[in-house]
């Protein structure tokens, strides 16, 4: 009588190729990612020792330039037209929130018109942004 050796199997996977092609879609997807920058507008903010992050998901950010210009979440506005176009983009947004970035060598008179444009549109607050020293 003859005995059969059963023989065992030692086939083992290679995950060699797989962990390759693995590092090789994150390198692609970190390559290709885009990261959220903040405006290209150049401001010079001016700093405050009391000054804290934000905490807001998407206020509106209106931006005093030093020459006078007001730009409303990236788009010229003039100050004639502030009220208008601000109520209208506060009543579609919910929370109702303002910031208001503006360069040190810009007016005050113009940030105090832009303020008061804000609070008759209906601002429910509003947030002058400064940077820590």
Do not use: C, W
Request: avoid cysteine; proline fraction near 5%; glycine fraction near 4%.
């Amino acid at each position: 009588m003859g005995y059969e050796y059963r023989r065992h199997s030692t086939h083992v996977l290679n995950l060699t190729p797989l962990i390759d092609i693995v590092f090789l879609l994150l390198v692609f997807f970190m390559l290709t990612a885009h990261f959220i920058e903040d405006e290209a507008i150049d401001i010079q903010l001016p700093e405050a020792l009391s000054s804290q992050p934000s905490q807001d998901d998407a206020p509106l950010v209106i931006t005093l330039l030093p020459s006078g210009e007001i730009v409303l979440d990236g788009e010229t506005t003039p100050l004639e037209q502030l009220d208008e176009t601000l109520s209208a983009m506060l009543h579609a947004n919910s929370k109702r929130m303002v910031q208001l970035k503006g360069d040190q060598a810009a007016q005050f008179g113009q940030a105090i018109k832009i303020i008061d444009a804000a609070r008759r549109a209906g601002a429910e607050s509003l947030d002058i942004l400064t940077d820590k020293p």
